[in-house]
């Protein structure tokens, strides 16, 4: 019969396979373990599902058996450890994995120091050395099979950091390790795969919420030296179904770029996604087009060279890109102006028109310029009249959107017209 070895310099406790919560491991970063439950689960999965499993603290084989317990009338099977009833039943660990399993051995074994797994013939126990053998079954084949999905061990370096590993794309999806153990259940593409020095996870060892990973992602991405991965990245940022490319808006970045980031971006031209529209063919085939997150970071750091066309900011940081209207976009702002020249309401502001990227935006200001979106502009002259007033008030009291103060503002301006309007002293 075949088995999958799992071994380890040193002997293993009796007390580290049944004392829960047990772990010398917490707080040391050099460690892959920390909850002190990991073995627990992977022995009482293995046991519940009847793998042939054999465990040797150096010569000394520790036996392991079942022994049922009844409790509230429901029977449990409780772990024995050298005839010795613990407190572990093979309820443990229902949701787990065959994966998961092995990761917790094998993480053990690494956390010890020299470890190694590979597939023997037959059990054949050192001593000074703690041996795993699990029987090969069909579904563990088919594990190793697929160890570069589980473990980053044998992946390409491409680039490293304090922060963790650039590697070398493999499989169908992107693959995200902490310490070189997956961490991550993605279910885009990515142009690389990462593992990360640390990054939090939960007692499964992996991490809930895929905006630790971006996190950790962005801040080792940009932070990186390496010219030729800092221009594969740009050139495929295009596309928001790769998970590099799916950024958003609410992701904390590092507070500032590495020196070779910058020095590649200052030698190419940069689009926000949500304005890559507007590019000509010539345009395009000359720049990257990016998250508008990633845009609205890098600009920061940038001069106006790198940005097509001078891509412009209003208030909220709002991106914008001027364009002419055409005549029947202008015949509407037209008549809106009338309308406020009839109302003896004066807009003292130079009215342009621009392409947002956040569609949903119908104007934004640009010091003493009011800005509107030609979204807002085609949908008729009433628009255009509440979006030219409430930039106007943007402008003249400089309050924000959505405050006490611009509230304020409004009600003062109206009150103001009403009193112009009949010549009426409060």
């Not at 690494?110 to 000074?128: N, Q």
């Not at 179904?241 to 609410?250: C, F, K, Q, R, V």
Request: proline letters at 2%.
């Amino acid at each position: 019969m075949k088995y999958l070895l799992i071994k380890n310099k040193g002997l293993i406790s009796i007390e580290a396979l049944h004392l829960m919560g047990a772990s010398t491991k917490r707080g040391d970063n050099s460690k892959i373990g920390m909850f002190g439950t990991g073995n627990k689960y992977a022995i009482s999965y293995l046991l519940r599902n009847n793998y042939d499993l054999s465990l040797f603290s150096g010569l000394e084989k520790i036996n392991l058996s079942l022994q049922e317990k009844t409790f509230r009338d429901k029977v449990f099977n409780v772990v024995c450890i050298n005839g010795e009833r613990t407190s572990l039943t093979t309820e443990m660990g229902m949701q787990w994995e065959l994966w998961k399993v092995i990761r917790e051995l094998y993480c053990n074994a690494i956390d010890e120091g020299t470890s190694l797994m590979y597939v023997v013939e037959e059990i054949k126990p050192i001593a000074g050395e703690t041996h795993i053998y699990i029987g090969i079954t069909p579904e563990l084949e088919l594990f190793m099979n697929e160890y570069d999905k589980y473990f980053a061990f044998n992946k390409k370096t491409l680039y490293e950091n304090g922060i963790g590993r650039i590697l070398g794309r493999t499989g169908l999806v992107a693959n995200f390790y902490r310490k070189g153990i997956r961490c991550f259940d993605a279910w885009q593409n990515s142009i690389f795969d990462y593992d990360f020095n640390d990054i939090k996870i939960n007692e499964e060892r992996m991490t809930e919420y895929s905006f630790y990973i971006h996190e950790k992602m962005w801040a080792l991405l940009l932070t990186c030296t390496n010219e030729e991965l800092i221009k594969h990245l740009f050139s495929h940022l295009d596309d928001n179904n790769i998970i590099e490319g799916d950024l958003s808006e609410n992701t904390a970045l590092p507070s500032e770029p590495s020196g070779a980031v910058l020095n590649y971006l200052r030698g190419v031209e940069i689009m926000p996604r949500g304005l890559s529209g507007l590019l000509t063919v010539e345009e395009r085939s000359k720049c990257h087009v990016i998250p508008t997150r990633l845009f609205t970071y890098l600009r920061d750091f940038l001069d106006d060279e790198s940005i097509v066309d001078k891509v412009r900011a209003g208030k909220n940081n709002v991106l914008y890109r001027p364009i002419e209207p055409s005549g029947l976009q202008q015949a509407t702002i037209d008549r809106a102006m009338d309308f406020f020249r009839e109302a003896k309401f004066n807009i003292p502001y130079k009215i342009s028109m621009a392409s947002f990227d956040k569609k949903e935006v119908f104007g934004t200001v640009q010091k003493d310029e009011i800005i509107l979106s030609e979204l807002g502009v085609e949908r008729g002259v009433n628009e255009t009249v509440n979006t030219i007033l409430e930039e106007y008030i943007h402008i003249k009291y400089n309050v924000a959107d959505c405050t006490r103060p611009f509230q304020t503002a409004s009600i003062c301006e109206l009150i103001n017209y009403m009193k112009n309007q009949n010549s009426y002293v409060l």
